[in-house]
């Protein structure tokens, strides 16, 4: 057996013009909320704070003070950004910072959802260092 279609079209007018359409690309939202997260940091020990992003946009971290008995005001702490796996944060994004470096000292963009900021001794620590960041999120 043998099977055959055919097709005619009939027009008169000439084929109009696609149009195709790339979706704008999406400006990451600005900090709206700003969080607080104080500590203490055991020497070769981290700390990590959890927080929720409503949408996809900025997430700012700043170090804003290190102290304690033996702490040198010039330590240097790691600070990561990532979302929180067990008992623990895994940072995608890491930097080793300290309080006089410009703020923030590291940002992303990330969300929505859960994320978490890890702060850690990158082998420098002596002694217990009390600790304050600010985590900017929209």
Do not use: W
Not at 12 to 18: D, E, F, Q
Not at 58 to 77: D, F, K, W
Not at 104 to 119: A, D, E, H, I, K
């Amino acid at each position: 057996m043998m099977f055959g279609t055919a097709c005619s079209h009939s027009s008169t007018t000439s084929p109009s013009a696609t149009t195709s359409t790339t979706p704008a690309a999406t400006t990451p939202a600005a900090p709206t909320v700003s969080e607080s997260f104080t500590g203490t940091l055991p020497v070769a020990g981290f700390k990590f704070y959890s927080f929720n992003i409503a949408v996809n946009g900025t997430v700012n971290v700043t170090l804003n003070s290190v102290s304690g008995a033996g702490v040198p005001s010039t330590v240097q702490l790691g600070l990561g950004i990532g979302q929180p796996s067990g008992l623990d944060c895994a940072a995608t994004t890491n930097v080793t910072a300290g309080t006089t470096a410009a703020a923030p000292q590291t940002s992303g963009t990330f969300g929505p959802g859960l994320f978490c900021v890890r702060v850690y001794d990158v082998g420098n620590l002596f002694a217990p260092a009390n600790f304050n960041i600010t985590i900017a999120h929209s």
